[in-house]
């Protein structure tokens, strides 16, 4: 330790010298590292706003397909209804067509009825 002192300016102006380049040198290393840090954080703000904006877009799709969802519904209830019908159309068509094979007086018998 006392190697390390004696190498020290001991007059004002070599002390002032030394302390003013100790800090200018100090003040260096710390604006490099805060300059590294920032870039990291800059680094990793871009990679998360390029997942956001997949996140957001992802988003807005699943957005615009429930929007037509209801009307989904309402297709749905169409369809029913047309399937309803059209198995009523297909009972009367068979109960035709039985009546046609099993009835000699056919088409007759239709216009008596």
Same mark, same amino acid.
């Given at each position: 330790?006392?190697?390390?002192l004696a190498m020290l300016?001991?007059?004002? $102006? /070599?002390? #002032? %010298?030394?302390? &003013?380049? *100790?800090?200018?040198?100090?003040?260096?290393?710390?604006?490099?590292?805060?300059? =590294?840090?920032?870039?990291?954080?800059?680094?990793?703000?871009?990679?998360? $706003? /390029?997942? #956001? %904006?997949?996140? &957001?877009? *992802?988003?807005?799709?699943?957005?615009?397909?429930?929007?037509?969802?209801?009307? =989904?519904?309402?297709?749905?209830?169409?369809?029913?209804?047309?399937?309803?019908?059209?198995?009523?159309?297909?009972?009367?068509? *068979?109960?035709?067509?039985?009546?046609?094979?099993?009835?000699?007086?056919?088409?007759?018998?239709?216009?008596?009825?």
């Amino acid at each position: 330790m006392d190697s390390i002192l004696a190498m020290l300016p001991t007059d004002p $102006d /070599g002390a #002032a %010298s030394f302390v &003013w380049t *100790t800090a200018l040198i100090i003040g260096l290393v710390v604006s490099l590292v805060v300059s =590294l840090l920032l870039w990291l954080i800059h680094r990793e703000a871009v990679i998360i $706003d /390029g997942v #956001a %904006s997949k996140i &957001w877009d *992802t988003g807005q799709r699943v957005a615009n397909n429930t929007v037509h969802i209801p009307i =989904l519904y309402r297709i749905n209830e169409g369809a029913d209804q047309i399937l309803s019908t059209a198995l009523n159309i297909h009972d009367g068509a *068979t109960a035709i067509e039985t009546h046609a094979n099993g009835c000699p007086g056919c088409p007759n018998c239709m216009l008596e009825h």
